[in-house]
């Protein structure tokens, strides 16, 4: 069983070097072809962490992204200065700086998230039919497997 956990491991960890290269490049595919190349690939994880559970304190929201909380206070200070979130403090201790998403944080993700998927669906355009139903298939069984074995 051992050996199972560490071969699922390992291909577990190289499916996400690979699904993170390949978003990569569809970035890079996305900002050539964009009007408004305001965010970044981790500006854009940082507003889709915000979106789904902020606001953060700022040590927390460097866990979340695997950033630096160094890196991470001059990305947020880029956003803040673009208008897409803002900081605030926690009314109980002001010394706690939190960071929430803007409504203009929202629509900018949305507008990324649009176009960033209407490149992916091109991309999908490779596959044929059976690929895309198996690689479908295969999508949901792990999402269904993680959301019923991991707490989160």
């Not at 305001?38 to 927390?60: A, H, W």
Request: with cysteine; proline share 1%.
């Amino acid at each position: 069983m051992i050996n199972l956990d560490r071969e699922l491991a390992e291909s577990l960890d190289s499916l996400l070097h690979s699904i993170n290269r390949w978003m990569k490049f569809i970035h890079r595919q996305y900002l050539c072809q964009s009007e408004s190349q305001d965010i970044t690939q981790n500006q854009y994880r940082v507003l889709c962490v915000l979106e789904n559970g902020g606001p953060y304190k700022m040590s927390e929201l460097s866990e979340l992204v695997h950033t630096s909380y160094g890196s991470l206070t001059v990305m947020i200070d880029r956003l803040v200065d673009k208008g897409l979130v803002e900081r605030c403090f926690l009314p109980e201790d002001r010394r706690v700086v939190m960071v929430k998403i803007t409504s203009g944080g929202v629509r900018s993700l949305g507008e990324y998230r649009k176009g960033f998927l209407e490149l992916i669906e091109k991309n999908m355009e490779k596959l044929n039919s059976n690929q895309k139903r198996r690689l479908k298939k295969a999508i949901n069984e792990m999402e269904s497997i993680v959301e019923e074995n991991c707490d989160f």
